[in-house]
């Protein structure tokens, strides 16, 4: 499975982006998605995470209420809708697949990875 992440940006504090995700080579509505970032000097972390039947998605305490995870099993895409952007929510954005079903909030667990979006939020 290939993963091709798009969309980041520069935006000003209190603004919104919307990250895609789209997979090719693999059957896209098997795997979980999840949404991690990683900010320089700090470990890659968790941010959403929707399963594969996109009926139900978890988010990190940091951005619940703020980020939107959706996906559209027939685009084969998964998207972060980002509001209200925060100064700390600076960082490289990352899309992963995972082949168990609820997907996981570890990084280690998944099994395929996009490239990497960079969203910078600035004041």
């Known amino acids: 499975v290939q993963l091709q992440a798009y969309g980041g940006g520069s935006v000003q504090a209190g603004g919104s982006l919307r990250l895609s995700c789209t997979a090719s080579?693999?059957?896209?509505?098997?795997?979980?998605m999840g949404w991690f970032r990683q900010a320089p000097g700090k470990e890659r972390e968790f941010v959403a995470k929707i399963i594969a039947s996109g009926g139900t998605s978890y988010y990190a305490d940091s951005v619940k209420g703020r980020f939107t995870i959706s996906r559209d099993n027939a685009k084969n895409t998964v998207y972060l809708q980002m509001n209200s952007l925060k100064l700390e929510d600076t960082a490289v954005y990352y899309c992963?697949?995972?082949?168990?079903?609820?997907?996981?909030?570890?990084?280690?667990?998944?099994?395929?990875w996009g490239q990497g979006t960079l969203v910078t939020v600035s004041s």
């Open positions: 080579g693999g059957t896209f509505s098997s795997y979980a």
């Open positions: 992963a697949a995972d082949k168990y079903y609820f997907g996981s909030y570890s990084p280690n667990e998944y099994d395929y």
